[in-house]
Structure formats: structure tokens, C-alpha cells
């Protein structure tokens, strides 16, 4: 809604506007309430009764025609659009299916919890408060989350150690309940500039670019996954690395780790230095990358096969760095600095 008001003196030292009676009558405002001004980016003031600064409405799913896949795909949905309240309701009693498919998707989801039982209907509630987080703390908490699966799914390759790369699995269900909680904040913050003023913007523009940041993210974490159920699936079979190999890829993952880190720091700081530095450490990656395989000692086809597999995810992981980075350096140039003026 987009409207406009004369600003009116009070007093000597007293300017005034009057709300929207359309606003009024939504929020249900009355002489005497408190509002909370909140002061943006831009000059821009954000208005909103003091009492609920974050209100959604509630949801209800039908699942009569729904199979247990598309139940478990609909709650998610309503959980990143930021629903408080979600209703399955079923026109006959809730088969075992459906009540499992409805507890699965509770247990990837941050926050969520049934609170309500029926022969013909389940109630879910996210105690989630989106006030109460940061939205560059969750970036950098998931970022670390998928490096340290990364460096355990390698420890599990090299060594053949299946507790290590079982260790490095578990994490992977953090990791999405973690980007499932970012785009819920994110669609919040998008819709609300108080929430958003809150979870650390003073202007919503920046969000447009965070979605795929935090998927780039989940991405690098998917690649972690992949190393570790290589080592899982590879039996009893370990592979035979020389000295030489095994230094070049520590030291590749290592600079995927410092690429990582640096990527979504360059976002979170807008710091365009970070950014530029990334890109050489990616080069760096590149010429590590082709060495891996070219200077290495003569391997069975089998292990061969594997090092360019792993070699082919770590590149991968490195490459959604990159996205962030590009990302990063438009948001950092989209602001003055050292680097640019902006009039």
C-alpha cells in the first residue's frame, strides 16, 4: 500500500502525520497505543503497533489428496514462509503415512513441534522467535557447519575411517535445519523491515541475494556428503595415497576451507578487500586441483577413480564460493568506500 500524508505542526517543536484509517482498522489500533518507530536504511521510518512487530497468519494443509512425500514437502513450504501455526487436517482419521510423513518433516525443521492431536487432525507450532536471531551469525554457523564436515569426510578418505565419515553424515542434518531456519528468516525479514531492522538490516535489499548465498551453502555441505558416502560405500577398501599426494590434497582442502571462510566473510563484512582475495585463492585451487592428478604416484583405476570424484566435489564446493563472492562484491560496491563513491 502505498500512500501519503501533510506533515502538520503541533507545536513550536512538534510535526505530525496521521495514519492510514485502513491501517488502523488492520492492526487494530486505538487512542493511547504505543507504535514502534524504527529508523532504516534511506531515511526510511518503519511504523508498527509496539505489541506485534511479527505476526503470520496460520496455515492448513488438506492431505486428502496428498501422498506422504508432498504432506512432508507442503509443512517445509510452511515453515520457510514463515508460518507460526500449521494445520493438517484430513477429511477421515490420519493414517500411520500420513502421521509419519508429518513427524519426518518435524524433525528437519528448527523450532517446529506438534502441539495438537486428533483422530482426524495434527497441529504444529514453531516457538521460533525470528527476532532472536542474526542472519550473518546463521551464514557463518553454516558455513562452519559444512567446512568441518568437509574436513572430517576427507579424514574418513585418507584413512577409510567409516566413524569419521558417519560423523560427518550427522552433521548434514544440522546443515539443512539451519538453511531451512535462514529462509524462513529471510522471507520474514523480506515482508516485515522491523524484523528485518532486527536480524541485523537496516535495508531489505541485501536479502534478494542471501537466498542463494545460503543455498551455495547447503550445496558446499552436499558435497561433504558425497566424499562421506563414498568412504561408506566403499567397503572394506582403503585408499593408497603416496606422501606426495597426500600433502597436495591437505593442502587443497585446506585452501577450499580458507576459500569458504573468506567468501561468506567478504558477504557479511561487504568488504570488497576479502573479495578480491578470494579469487586469488581460487586460482591457487585450480592449479593444486590439476596437479592432484597429474603428479600423482601410479594408482589402480579404482582409487583413481575415487580421487577424481573427491577432486571433482572439493573444485565443486570452491566454485559455489565463488558465487558468494561474486554476490559479495556486488553488495560491497553497492555502498561507499575506498573503492567507490556513490552520489
Known amino acids: ?19 492510514p484509517s485502513d491501517w488502523v482498522r488492520e492492526f ?32 492448513t494443509i488438506h492431505v486428502e489428496h496428498m501422498n506422504s512425500s508432498t504432506i512432508e514437502r507442503a509443512i517445509i513450504a510452511q515453515y520457510v514462509l514463515g508460518r507460526r501455526v500449521i494445520y493438517i487436517k484430513n477429511a477421515v482419521t490420519l493414517n500411520s503415512e500420513i502421521i509419519n510423513a508429518i513427524y519426518k518433516a518435524e524433525t528437519q525443521l528448527m523450532g517446529l513441534g506438534v502441539v495438537e492431536e486428533t483422530p482426524n487432525a495434527i497441529v504444529i507450532n514453531c516457538s521460533i522467535d525470528p527476532t532472536d536471531f542474526n542472519l550473518n551469525d546463521l551464514l ?26 558417519q560423523r560427518a553424515l ?7 535445519k539451519i538453511f531451512l531456519l535462514l529462509l524462513r528468516l529471510i522471507y520474514i525479514s523480506y515482508q516485515n523491515p522491523v524484523v528485518a531492522h532486527s536480524v541485523g538490516f537496516e535495508d531489505v535489499f541485501p536479502l534478494i541475494s542471501y537466498r542463494s548465498i545460503a543455498k551455495n ?62 579469487r586469488d585463492l581460487f586460482s591457487e585451487i585450480n592449479q ?15 582409487d583413481l577413480l575415487l580421487l577424481t570424484e573427491v577432486l571433482h566435489s572439493l573444485t565443486r564446493s570452491a566454485g559455489y564460493a565463488m558465487r558468494n563472492v561474486e554476490i559479495a562484491t556486488n553488495l560491497s560496491l553497492n555502498q561507499n568506500s575506498e573503492y567507490v563513491s556513490i552520489e
Not at 501519503?4 to 495514519?19: E, H, Y
Not at 553454516?142 to 572430517?152: A, P, S, V
Not at 550427522?170 to 539443512?176: I, T
Request: aromatic share 4%.
Open 217 to 278: 551453502l547447503e550445496l558446499t555441505a552436499d558435497d561433504s556428503e558425497d566424499i562421506a558416502n563414498k568412504v561408506l560405500e566403499s567397503d572394506a577398501h582403503t585408499i593408497d595415497l603416496d606422501t606426495g599426494t597426500s600433502k597436495t590434497l591437505l593442502k587443497l582442502v585446506e585452501k577450499v576451507d580458507d576459500l569458504t571462510y573468506n567468501a561468506v566473510q567478504s558477504v557479511v563484512t561487504f568488504d570488497f578487500g576479502i573479495a578480491v582475495t578470494c
Open 1 to 19: 500500500m502505498t500512500d501519503s500524508r501533510k506533515v502538520q505542526r503541533l507545536g513550536p517543536s512538534t510535526l505530525a502525520i496521521t495514519l
Open 28 to 59: 487494530e489500533v486505538k487512542k493511547g497505543d504505543e507504535l514502534s518507530l524504527t529508523q532504516l536504511k534511506s531515511g526510511v521510518m518503519a511504523v508498527s503497533p509496539a505489541s506485534a512487530t511479527y505476526q503470520k497468519p496460520t496455515a
Open 170 to 176: 550427522n552433521r548434514e542434518n544440522q546443515a539443512n
Open 140 to 165: 557463518t554457523r553454516l558455513e562452519i557447519t559444512g567446512r568441518t564436515m568437509r574436513d572430517e569426510s576427507i579424514n574418513a578418505f585418507m584413512t577409510g575411517n567409516k566413524d569419521m565419515a
Open 288 to 302: 593444486l586441483g590439476e596437479s592432484l592428478i597429474s603428479e600423482a604416484s601410479p594408482m589402480t583405476n579404482v
